[in-house]
């Protein structure tokens, strides 16, 4: 029996709360980088670094999907599929890691299990149940653009997953994008979600491209914490004016010359919503993306683990704790209000 952690034992640690353990296949066969990480590898950089916990989920659900279709950045069920439904291999291949394989890290890791929130629910649902009985579960990550899969099947053939996060007490972290063409995990969408369900718990990652009414929108809601996954990537691509972050007219005010002055600015204006992640091992991310029908996207940006604790430790230690305890706990277990 793996013993569940509970907020009191969390108290006074360094907590990560984005993190990626397994194998992206897409990634690995189309030579882009990172394509795999391990539970012992983010164990090793924990100790480097003085954090922790991890919260750690699995990198996609590619074993569900044609290779051969993979290769050319499209996700497409197959009947010759070796996973049964989407992440149903990699959630159990990520529990066994933290709890069998490598049970002297099983404390410093909090998993979270993955979802398509469109294709075969009820498999999922099912498959996400029987683990449940074997191993604790902290919540549900969801990247709609991984799978291409859009978030507002929640609002439709996925809403059984809402009743069971309901059920089971557990928080939804969401991949989101403000990338106007991108057309599974726009923050407009999640909102949608969110704004329907506001007795669960949501944290939307990476900043929400650093779009000023939807930080302060995040910040109104008592539900809502946001985090910084893959800060130092982020900063760059404003910086560049990409797509993916909001343009200087929609954008949060800061000094984006340095992620560091960023992490200050976001932590001092937002001090109850912003939760510090990683994004290990995605903080470098070089790929070619789908981001809707039709529609692509390059990305070639390189960061390290060192520059995701550099932004933390850049912070005074009240926003710190805050950022890196305080709200994580707020967020994971709900045990008590935002505010």
């Not at 394509?35 to 950089?45: F, G, M, P, R, V």
């Not at 003085?50 to 499209?74: E, H, Q, R, T």
């Not at 979802?115 to 498999?123: C, N, W």
């Not at 996954?229 to 797509?243: D, F, G, T, W």
Request: hydrophobic share 40%.
């Amino acid at each position: 029996m793996n013993r569940k952690i509970n907020p009191a034992s969390l108290e006074g640690k360094l907590i990560d709360i984005h993190s990626h353990a397994g194998v992206h296949l897409k990634a690995y066969i189309c030579a882009e980088y990172p394509y795999a990480c391990s539970i012992e590898t983010i164990a090793c950089h924990q100790k480097m670094a003085g954090v922790d916990v991890n919260v750690v989920f699995p990198f996609s659900a590619d074993l569900f999907f044609d290779s051969l279709y993979l290769k050319k950045g499209i996700c497409r069920p197959s009947v010759r599929s070796v996973s049964p439904s989407p992440y149903a291999i990699e959630n159990q291949l990520l529990l066994r890691e933290v709890y069998e394989f490598c049970p002297e890290y099983s404390g410093r890791f909090l998993p979270f299990i993955s979802i398509d929130p469109g294709r075969s629910v009820a498999k999922q649902i099912k498959n996400i149940l029987m683990l449940e009985k074997r191993y604790p579960i902290y919540g549900i990550k969801i990247s709609p653009v991984i799978c291409q899969s859009r978030i507002t099947a929640l609002l439709g053939e996925g809403r059984d997953f809402l009743d069971l996060v309901r059920e089971k007490n557990w928080p939804l972290l969401l991949h989101t994008t403000v990338h106007k063409e991108e057309k599974y995990s726009n923050a407009a969408m999640a909102f949608e979600v969110i704004e329907k369900n506001q007795d669960i718990r949501f944290c939307l990652a990476h900043c929400i491209g650093f779009h000023d009414r939807y930080l302060r929108l995040a910040d109104m809601m008592k539900n809502v914490w946001v985090d910084t996954a893959a800060l130092k990537i982020q900063v760059q691509m404003a910086r560049e004016n990409s797509p993916i972050v909001a343009g200087k007219r929609e954008r949060f005010k800061a000094d984006y010359r340095d992620h560091r002055a960023t992490m200050k600015a976001l932590a001092e204006e937002f001090p109850d919503t912003i939760i510090w992640g990683t994004d290990a091992p995605a903080y470098s991310y070089i790929c070619r993306r789908k981001q809707a029908d039709g529609v692509y996207m390059d990305f070639v940006l390189k960061a390290r683990y060192e520059d995701e604790i550099a932004a933390l430790n850049s912070l005074p230690d009240r926003l710190k704790v805050n950022l890196s305890n305080h709200n994580s706990i707020k967020f994971i277990f709900g045990s008590e209000a935002k505010r």
